[in-house]
């Protein structure tokens, strides 16, 4: 298909899927004749998987994610369904990235239809497809129409309630041969919920000493083949032998002044979250057990000087809660210290008992800013956890402003 074009649609329930070399979040809402949804309950997504007549499936890393339409369950008023997507990295657009929306019969999986956008660049979201009422009958549309400036900017379009004001909105991306009228954007939840499912890492050259990430589409790596090196956005799934790993696990968090004889005072830190990226607890210097002794501190160090580790973190991955399901790994310079007065800044997850190191993440850029989230620690579904190297640099000085900043990038 090619942007603006339609085809009818000769089964009741159809299956849309997007695909890309990175992980998507993809989403279904039910709109009404003047484009806006009834209510929140009409946008469709992870945290909501199920509404009348549309329902969305996670792939779970192996295939993507879906929205489902089963056309005779639609209710009365709601004249179409549109599916969007957008990289779930935060800021990633999609420059360099085809995603590939595939229409199926959802019965029998038959490929009624494939689309992919073409020449996209800076849009950070787009509404890919539609299936959309006409005079009785049911049709498919290729959209494509892209946003530069992600779901914040297109909530308001479909009228779904965000909990915070966002950016002003700006103009739809320009698309080659986009269509005349192009449907209003996808809204989302100015803190969605933590997303468990898995997805391939983004590919980037490792060290010869560390096993590299896949190629997009290969599957998820983890640690079979010995110590993993990570770079931004990468994810490893804790699974050896296959085997989830759920024993005790070190984070070491590293750093070095930047200059010669000035000490640099950082403080490590990990915030607990639930499944609603609710906040559950934060373990830091001033805290230095949380979960019932599950997660512990090392204590502070006030210099940064000497060789290994400054600070540890250490998680009983098998005696963290049901209710924590997602912890990120956060450095601060409570004495307005910026990163730029650092180097060498890492974290590396150390088998405790064996101590070996088993995933690591040297930070190789820096900003003016006195808070940055190293990596990220999610349950999946399975029960395995998946680490992810985060790399975002916030204005905050202590773990407390972290927690929103953090919760954002579960």
């Known amino acids: 298909m090619t942007p603006g074009s339609n085809i009818p649609l000769a089964v009741q329930r159809v299956t849309v899927d997007v695909t890309a070399p990175v992980r998507l979040d993809v989403s279904g809402l039910l709109l009404t004749a003047d484009g806006k949804v009834r209510s929140d309950d009409d946008f469709i997504f992870y945290n909501q998987p199920s509404g009348p007549g549309v329902t969305y499936t996670s792939g779970g890393g192996s295939a993507p994610d879906s929205i489902t339409v089963d056309t005779a369950a639609v209710p009365p008023g709601i004249e179409k369904i549109v599916v969007t997507a957008s990289p779930d990295a935060a800021g990633q657009s999609f420059q360099g990235i085809e995603p590939t929306a595939t229409i199926r019969g959802a019965d029998d999986g038959s490929v009624l239809a494939t689309f992919t956008p073409p020449q996209l660049g800076a849009e950070t979201a787009l509404v890919v497809m539609e299936v959309y009422l006409r005079n009785g009958a049911w049709k498919a549309r290729a959209v494509g129409q892209g946003y530069a400036n992600g779901l914040a900017g297109i909530a308001t379009d479909f009228g779904v309630s965000v909990e915070e004001p ?25 803190t969605p919920p933590l997303d468990p499912r898995t997805a391939p890492p983004a590919p980037a050259a490792a060290p010869a000493a560390a096993a590299p990430a896949p190629a997009p589409g290969s599957g998820k790596i983890n640690l079979d083949k010995g110590r993993v090196s990570l770079q931004k956005n990468q994810t490893v799934s804790l699974v050896k032998g296959g085997k989830p790993l759920l024993a005790q696990v070190k984070m070491g968090l590293g750093w070095e002044p930047a200059y010669r004889g000035k000490d640099i005072d950082l403080d490590a830190s990990v915030i607990a979250y639930g499944p609603q990226r609710n906040h559950v607890d934060s373990c830091y210097f001033g805290k230095l057990s949380i979960v019932g002794g599950a997660i512990k501190h090392s204590g502070d160090n006030l210099t940064g000087e000497g060789g290994g580790d400054d600070e540890v973190i250490v998680v009983d991955l098998g005696r963290i809660p049901q209710e924590v399901t997602g912890l990120v790994f956060t450095v601060n310079s409570f004495t307005g210290q910026k990163f730029t007065e650092v180097a060498k800044a890492y974290c590396r997850l150390v088998d405790a008992a064996t101590d070996e190191e088993l995933v690591r993440f040297d930070l190789t850029n820096a ?12 349950k999946q579904f399975s029960g395995e956890w998946e680490m992810t190297a985060i790399g975002e640099f916030v204005k905050s000085r202590t773990v407390r402003g972290m927690v929103k900043p953090a919760a954002k990038a579960l």
Do not use: H, S
């Open 166 to 190: 966002a950016a002003p909105a700006a103009a739809p991306a320009p698309a080659p041969q986009a269509p005349p009228a192009p449907p209003a954007g996808m809204p989302a939840p100015t």
């Open 367 to 378: 900003e003016a800013q006195t808070g940055v989230m190293m990596a990220k620690l999610i």
